[in-house]
């Protein structure tokens, strides 16, 4: 499945974001899906996924703050981002997800730059 991802942009530290992530092919419903992020010089981190049967699971560093959600009629997968840290600066990526080890497979979009600033 080929992703796009959309939504990032530059915001003040305690704003809000919503990222999207178009999937192309039928594939998207039938696969638990997860965002990634990853910051200079840091390793991809799964921040949250989205089972078949919509399930959620997130990474502590942002339980809490950011809504992992899905529209299978659409192939489209969400990410509220609420109360915003510079910490959370970096390129946001989703991807098809092994949900019990939150890895990810398949291939990656480009991605799209979040920016939070102090």
């Known amino acids: 499945v080929q992703v796009v991802e959309s939504g990032g942009g530059l915001v003040q530290a305690g704003g809000s974001l919503r990222l999207s992530c178009k999937a192309s092919g039928s594939i998207f419903r039938f696969n638990a899906m997860g965002w990634y992020r990853q910051a200079p010089g840091k390793a991809r981190e799964c921040v949250a996924a989205?089972?078949?049967?919509?399930?959620?699971y997130y990474a502590d560093s942002v339980k809490g703050r950011f809504t992992i959600s899905r529209d299978n009629a659409k192939n489209t997968l969400y990410l509220q981002m609420n109360s915003l840290k510079p910490a959370d600066t970096a390129m946001y990526y989703c991807?098809?997800?092994?949900?019990?080890?939150?890895?990810?497979?398949?291939?990656w979009g480009q991605g799209t730059q979040v920016t939070v600033s102090s």
């Open positions: 989205s089972s078949v049967g919509s399930s959620t």
């Open positions: 991807a098809l997800t092994r949900i019990v080890t939150m890895t990810p497979f398949g291939s």
